[in-house]
């Protein structure tokens, strides 16, 4: 037969088109050299069993394609499996070897998973021990375990169960899409603060174990939690009626701030002073609150006659004796007369400096409630007329009896020395006047006050004596009138 030159041509194009096609074919897909050992070395993986386990199976080292099964073996009631790895490949040697699945039909294959990746590298020849391997459970074992665990639920409550959760999760798409995200961003998260987590893990328990020492007092909280919510509970129509009308109320409030709020600041103020003082004299308070129930019962015994009656008045169970000046007046520590100012009198003229009070001993029978004698509430067991005399060290004197009244009980007018406080030591002596002092000038006189006996005109005058004014006796011989009584005795 003769041929063309075009022919020979054409034979010649198709002699190299199918020549590289079988290459790639044996090079690229079939992979011939791996078949015939070139480029690879033999390691041996011992397995519990073979799990499905086939010849030309993959290998994969960090999830990359390394090698091929070329052979699963019996050897003694284990499995082998001879992986063909290729050469130009470092696998560390300290390694678990897994059995996989593609998915859930077959398609097994063994990950090499490292342990220490700076170990020695495998080489020809070597074992991996069956310490070091695992294969996944059986599927069928797995199917049956499952098809167990469905046909011990009854059918009538599966179908409720689907039901109940297509209508609790029916429509609610975006949110669990949203709720994914954001669980896995706190995973996210987590992973980047894996040192502050671990350290919160590790050193957890001592927090722990408070919790479990406090155990009755979290008890007792939780008590008293169920308390309140079940009172909540009870008085739930009430509460409503507060979180309604609550918000009314407060703008009313607010509005009566608004409006107090020039003269608000002031009386909180002064309130401050009085509380203060309510806390200086709690204990006084707390008697006083004690003693109101009996005072009350006394005050209203007096109308039990006219009780429960129709009657006219009967009267009440009250004496009105008034024993005036049994005791007698306090004068001493007071103003003398012509020196006090008139009721009529508010303003004008100024009040004396210093304290005025009955200045007579603690003891005696003149007022005997008196400023004196009044409770030091931070000194138990002291009297005194002041709060600064309370709150100090200085001790209460009086200036006398009370019986010895000279018409100027503070020695403002005639001089006389008026006895200081003492602070719990003597008094020390007056210092005695400087050489060359002018002396003290005369003391104005002074109008004398007192006391007389009607029916014989006698009374004690200003030095102590005794003197008699006939005229003003009971049964004095001349008429008297308010001009006579001015008249000197003798005159």
């Known amino acids: 037969m003769h041929l063309t030159r075009r022919i020979w041509i054409q034979l010649a194009i198709f002699v190299v088109v ?48 390394v090698g091929q099964v070329k052979a699963v073996t019996l050897n003694d009631g284990e499995v082998d499996a001879v992986l063909a790895l290729t050469s130009s490949i470092d696998i560390p040697s300290d390694l678990d070897a897994e059995v996989h699945s593609v998915s859930a039909v077959g398609e097994q294959y063994i990950a090499l998973l490292p342990r220490d990746g700076s170990s020695a590298p495998l080489k020809n020849g070597d074992v991996i021990t069956r310490d070091r391997s695992s294969v996944p459970p059986d599927i069928n074992e797995l199917l049956n ?5 469905l046909e011990a639920i009854p059918g009538d409550n599966l179908t409720t169960t689907v039901d109940e959760a297509y209508v609790a999760l029916g429509g609610l798409g975006p949110e669990l899409s949203r709720f994914i995200k954001g669980s896995t961003a706190l995973a996210i998260d987590a992973r980047a603060n894996l040192d502050e987590l671990t350290n919160v893990v590790d050193n957890v328990g001592p927090l722990l174990e408070t919790q479990t020492d406090t155990s009755d007092s979290v008890q007792a909280w939780a008590a008293n939690l169920a308390e309140v919510t079940q009172q909540l509970r009870d008085n739930d129509a009430a509460v409503r009626g507060v979180l309604e009308d609550g918000a009314p109320a ?15 600041p002031v009386i909180l103020s002064n309130l401050v002073a009085v509380g203060e003082v309510a806390v200086a004299y709690q204990p006084a308070i707390e008697q006083l609150l004690v003693l109101l129930p009996t005072g009350t019962e006394a005050i209203q015994a007096v109308s039990v006659a006219n009780r429960n009656t129709k009657q006219d008045y009967k ?77 100090s060290d200085e001790v209460y004197v009086p200036l006398n009896d009370g019986f010895n009244w000279k018409g100027d009980p503070n020695a403002t007018v005639t001089g006389q020395a008026v006895p200081q406080p003492r602070t719990g030591t003597s008094p020390s002596a007056e210092a005695p006047a400087a050489a060359g002092a002018a002396p003290p000038a005369a003391p104005p006189p002074d109008i004398a006050v007192a006391k007389y006996d009607p029916a014989t ?35």
Do not use: H
């Not at 375990?145 to 665990?149: E, V």
């Open 18 to 65: 199918s020549l590289v096609a079988i290459s790639v074919m044996a090079f690229g897909y079939v992979k011939l050299p791996r078949l015939l050992g070139v480029g690879t070395y033999q390691v041996t993986v011992e397995l519990p069993e073979a799990g499905g386990l086939y010849e030309r199976a993959n290998v994969t080292y960090r999830g990359t394609e």
């Open 315 to 391: 009267g009440a169970f009250l004496s009105f004796n008034l024993n005036l000046n049994l005791p007698s007046v306090c004068n001493t520590g007071f103003l003398p007369p012509q020196q006090q100012r008139a009721a009529a009198f508010e303003d004008y003229p100024d009040a004396p400096p210093g304290d005025i009070y009955c200045r007579v001993p603690q003891d005696s029978t003149l007022n005997v409630r008196g400023a004196r004698n009044v409770p030091c509430l931070t000194r138990p067991g002291k009297r005194a007329p002041t709060a600064a005399m309370c709150e």
């Open 250 to 264: 407060t703008e009313e409030v607010r509005a009566l701030f608004d409006r107090l709020q020039p003269t608000l």
């Open 145 to 149: 375990a499952t098809n167990r665990g």
């Open 457 to 491: 005109g006698t009374y004690i005058g200003p030095d102590g004596k005794v003197y008699t004014q006939s005229n003003l006796a009971t049964d004095a011989s001349k008429e008297q009138t308010w001009e006579s009584m001015l008249i000197p005795p003798g005159s």
